[in-house]
């Protein structure tokens, strides 16, 4: 399993933009696909997006459109671009991966989370 530590949350106004990176360990990285969740206070933990070994992305409706992820195997790193930030978008987000033989992200590691505060 990898290990994954997010980083480049924080506190902005609402309209802004924040890219959070994950950070992961290991060899084996390319094969994993990567997911971004976020959890606000209060809620059950949702998904946000996911981007497969070969690069294929899919997004929550709720960011479609605002959020971008992507990731540099080079780095062994997985970004969320978040443009025109809305105050609901207010959560703990965390970075997963999931390898290949696992049909679950619970399956997979997980990051301890970055906190993303949009003011309104």
């Known amino acids: 399993q990898v290990q994954l530590v997010e980083s480049g949350g924080g506190l902005v106004q609402a309209g802004a933009s924040l890219r959070l990176s994950c950070a992961a360990s290991?060899?084996?990285?390319?094969?994993?696909?990567m997911g971004w969740f976020r959890q606000a206070p209060g809620k059950e933990r949702e998904f946000v997006a996911t981007i497969w070994s070969g690069g294929s992305t899919y997004y929550a409706d709720s960011v479609k459109g605002r959020f971008t992820i992507s990731r540099d195997n080079a780095k062994n790193t997985v970004y969320l671009q978040m443009n025109s930030l809305k105050p609901e978008d207010t959560a703990v987000y965390y970075c997963a991966a999931k390898p290949q033989y696992a049909s679950r992200w619970h399956d997979g590691s997980w990051g301890q989370g970055t906190q993303v505060t949009v003011s309104s």
């Open positions: 290991g060899r084996t990285f390319s094969t994993y696909a």
